[in-house]
């Protein structure tokens, strides 16, 4: 799967990592955040497989749920000069 974010919105300081207790994030097409735990239920992710889905992360503001969705505020749009390509391969289906 391929998704495209707005470049110059991140800090430069990306990391990947499973979810931790109390992380929020801003769905594209959303104002606000929502708890992971309850997008997670929104989304039908079953219990056993959300400890394994990866994120990531600007310091600590979830970017991408990788495999699922791009944050609203690190979307690309028609003002976006530089893009970050996300290209993931063999991801085992999560």
Do not use: C, Q
Not at 23 to 31: E, S
Not at 63 to 78: E, F, G, L, R
């Amino acid at each position: 799967s391929k998704k495209y974010l707005d470049y110059d919105l991140l800090s430069g300081e990306l990391l990947i990592r499973n979810k931790r207790d109390g992380d929020r994030f801003n769905p594209f097409g959303m104002k606000g955040t929502k708890k992971l735990k309850h997008y997670f239920i929104d989304k039908k992710v079953p219990s056993e497989l959300r400890n394994k889905v990866l994120l990531l992360v600007d310091k600590d503001e979830i970017v991408y749920i990788i495999n699922y969705d791009i944050a609203n505020n690190y979307k690309a749009s028609n003002r976006t000069k530089r893009y970050l390509n996300i290209i993931m391969e063999g991801n085992d289906g999560l």
